[in-house]
C-alpha cells in the first residue's frame, strides 16, 4: 500500500487527550501513528507512507513515499498544531493526492488515506468528484469533545461518514469523544488490514443477540 497520513493541525489538537491528564490529542495521535506504521512495515517492508496535513485546506508535511521507519518517525514527531481553522475543505485534500493515487494504481498498488479530524464545531465540506471508486480508499479517525450546546461533533461524525461513501465502499471510520489512550490504539489497530482484505464496516460490528 501507498498510504497518506492526514492529520489536523488546528489547535484543537492540543486539548488535553482526558480532562486532567497533560497527554495531548496531537501526543497520542503521534503514539497512535508510530504504532500503526511500525506494524505496516513489520506486515511488509514494502508499504510507503507521507504525511499531509489539514488546516482550512491540504498541504503537504512530507511528500516522499517513505519506507524508512526512522524517517517516518522524524516527521510524524514533527507535526504541530498550526493554527485555528472555522473551515476544512476536504476536497483539497483529494486534489492534492489524486494524481499520486493514479501513479500508485498504475503500479498496481493500492492507495489509501487515513485522515485524523479534531475539531467539534467545524463542519468539513467535499465538492469534488472522485471519477474512479477504485482509486482510493478513504479512512477516519475522528477524536472530539463530548456534546453540548456550543458545539456539534455529531454533524461533524455525519459529514465525514457521508464523505467516506462517496469516496469507497470500504472506508471505515472511527470516533472517540472519551479522551481513552487505548480506545484510540484498538482503533488504529483496526485499520491494519489491508482494504482488499477486509469487510464493510457495517459486517465487522457486533451482531445483537437479542435480534
Same mark, same amino acid.
Given at each position: 500500500e501507498d498510504i497518506v497520513l492526514c492529520v489536523d493541525v488546528d489547535l484543537e489538537m492540543d486539548s488535553e487527550l482526558k480532562k486532567g491528564h497533560a497527554l495531548t490529542r496531537m501526543d497520542a495521535i503521534k503514539q497512535a501513528l508510530l504504532m500503526f506504521v511500525h506494524s505496516k512495515l513489520l506486515m511488509s517492508a514494502d508499504h510507503a507512507f507521507s504525511i499531509a496535513t489539514i488546516g482550512q485546506g491540504a498541504s503537504w508535511h512530507s511528500h516522499q513515499y517513505l519506507r524508512d521507519f526512522d524517517a517516518i518517525s522524524t516527521s510524524i514527531r514533527s507535526l504541530s498544531s498550526q493554527g485555528s481553522y472555522t473551515k476544512c475543505d476536504l476536497s483539497s485534500l483529494f486534489q492534492l493526492i489524486l494524481p499520486?493515487?493514479?501513479? /500508485?494504481?498504475?503500479?498496481?498498488? #493500492?492507495?489509501?488515506?487515513?485522515?485524523?479530524?479534531?475539531? =467539534? *464545531?467545524?463542519?468539513?465540506?467535499?465538492?469534488?468528484?472522485?471519477?474512479?471508486? /477504485?482509486?482510493?480508499?478513504?479512512? #477516519?479517525?475522528?477524536?472530539?469533545?463530548?456534546?453540548?450546546? =456550543? *458545539?456539534?461533533?455529531?454533524?461533524?461524525?455525519?459529514?465525514?461518514?457521508?464523505?467516506?461513501?462517496?469516496?469507497?465502499?470500504?472506508?471505515?471510520?472511527?470516533?472517540?469523544?472519551?479522551g481513552l489512550t487505548r480506545v484510540l490504539f484498538?482503533?488504529?489497530?483496526?485499520?491494519?488490514?489491508h482494504p482488499q482484505q477486509r469487510c464493510l464496516q457495517d459486517d465487522s460490528l457486533p451482531v445483537d443477540l437479542s435480534k
Open positions: 499520486d493515487a493514479r501513479a /500508485s494504481k498504475k503500479r498496481s498498488r #493500492a492507495f489509501r488515506v487515513i485522515l485524523v479530524y479534531c475539531r =467539534s *464545531n467545524t463542519v468539513p465540506k467535499f465538492n469534488i468528484h472522485i471519477p474512479d471508486p /477504485s482509486l482510493v480508499v478513504f479512512d #477516519a479517525l475522528y477524536l472530539h469533545d463530548k456534546p453540548n450546546p =456550543s *458545539n456539534c461533533p455529531q454533524q461533524v461524525y455525519d459529514a465525514l461518514v457521508e464523505i467516506l461513501e462517496r469516496v469507497h465502499a470500504h472506508s471505515y471510520i472511527f470516533e472517540s469523544g472519551g484498538r482503533h488504529i489497530c483496526q485499520l491494519l488490514a
